[in-house]
């Protein structure tokens, strides 16, 4: 099992940035492929960005491209989003999310196994 804690969400105007943090239990976050997604009221939850264990593949969702960054700290065990340019649009609770071991997630939800309660953002006009 692996619990996820997110934080760093807001309420901000278009334009404005946040940095997100997810920190996990445990001490072996290193093997855990990992991902932020966002779900807007009355939408399906989506993916944002994802990064691998191995570090050797990163995803940004097209509606982020060039204003989203994700990273990862092994040492501490802490995900984290890094959102410029913030648009109305990007409104929305964002949660962080885990695969199982070893494995290459990418862009579905069914490829993570552990979510964390989400953190709300907010984007004013």
């Known amino acids: 099992q692996v619990q996820l804690v997110e934080s760093g969400g807001g309420l901000v105007q278009a334009g404005d940035s946040l940095r997100l943090s997810c920190v996990a239990d445990?001490?072996?976050?290193?093997?855990?492929?990992m991902a932020w997604f966002r779900q807007a009221p009355g939408k399906e939850r989506e993916f944002v960005s994802g990064?691998?264990?191995?570090?050797?593949?990163?995803e940004l969702a097209d509606s982020v491209k060039g204003r989203f960054a994700i990273s990862r700290d092994n040492a501490k065990n802490t995900l984290y989003l890094q959102m410029n340019s913030l648009k109305p649009q990007d409104t929305a609770i964002y949660y962080c999310?885990?695969?199982?071991?070893?494995?290459?997630?990418?862009?579905?939800?069914?490829?993570?196994?552990?979510w964390g309660q989400g953190t709300p953002v907010t984007v004013s006009s």
């Open positions: 999310a885990a695969s199982r071991p070893y494995y290459f997630a990418a862009a579905s939800v069914r490829d993570y196994d552990y």
């Open positions: 445990g001490r072996t976050f290193s093997r855990y492929s």
């Open positions: 990064i691998r264990w191995s570090v050797d593949r990163v």
